[in-house]
């Protein structure tokens, strides 16, 4: 997983080749696929494996109550999305849609996941708006962590102001009026 990553990082998705990272790994092409099913099976479990580590990050930021607020919020989630790479830095757009289509059952999967996840985090909310609906919110998130793949239709000049934007009105959204 840490040599795809890495891989990713280095030239992007097309230029991942499994038989360099199995190569690198110390195991044969043939063995990498007794593992997974495919490039698109293998680079959709690392996409797992960043969400875990941001589902972290936000247990981390609700940990302490004393400094979340609608503007620590928000603060997060532009640093999220707009500073810090994700994993959909390193995807187009058409490289999700391929990865996607191929996993539909897990992208189902998952979509219900971050559902479930939502609803955990949020109940550590104190001041939560009691109207939430968390697959507004899981879309929100999905659309600005798409936002970073989507290179190529949208104006680069105003990434950062968009992501802020989006993270505003989500924490906005979120957060009950007054906190």
Not at 65 to 76: M, P
Not at 122 to 131: A, D, G, L, Q, R
């Amino acid at each position: 997983m840490k040599l795809g990553l890495e891989a990713l990082e280095n030239g992007g998705y097309k230029a991942a080749s499994i038989e360099a990272i199995a190569r690198q790994a110390g195991i044969a092409k043939g063995t990498f696929y007794n593992f997974f099913q495919s490039k698109e099976s293998f680079f959709f479990e690392i996409m797992l494996l960043m969400r875990d580590k941001n589902r972290q990050e936000f247990f981390e930021l609700i940990s302490d109550k004393a400094n979340l607020n609608k503007e620590s919020f928000e603060d997060f989630l532009f640093r999220r999305y707009a500073i810090s790479k994700n994993i959909y830095h390193y995807f187009t757009t058409d490289e999700l849609n391929i990865i996607f289509r191929k996993m539909p059952e897990q992208l189902s999967i998952t979509n219900i996941d971050s559902t479930n996840f939502a609803t955990e985090l949020f109940s550590h909310i104190e001041s939560i708006n009691t109207e939430i609906n968390n697959e507004v919110v899981v879309n929100i998130m999905n659309i600005m962590g798409s936002y970073s793949a989507d290179k190529e239709s949208l104006y680069v000049g105003s990434r950062e102001d968009t992501i802020r934007f989006l993270a505003k009105s989500l924490a906005s959204y979120i957060f009950e009026e007054g906190n």
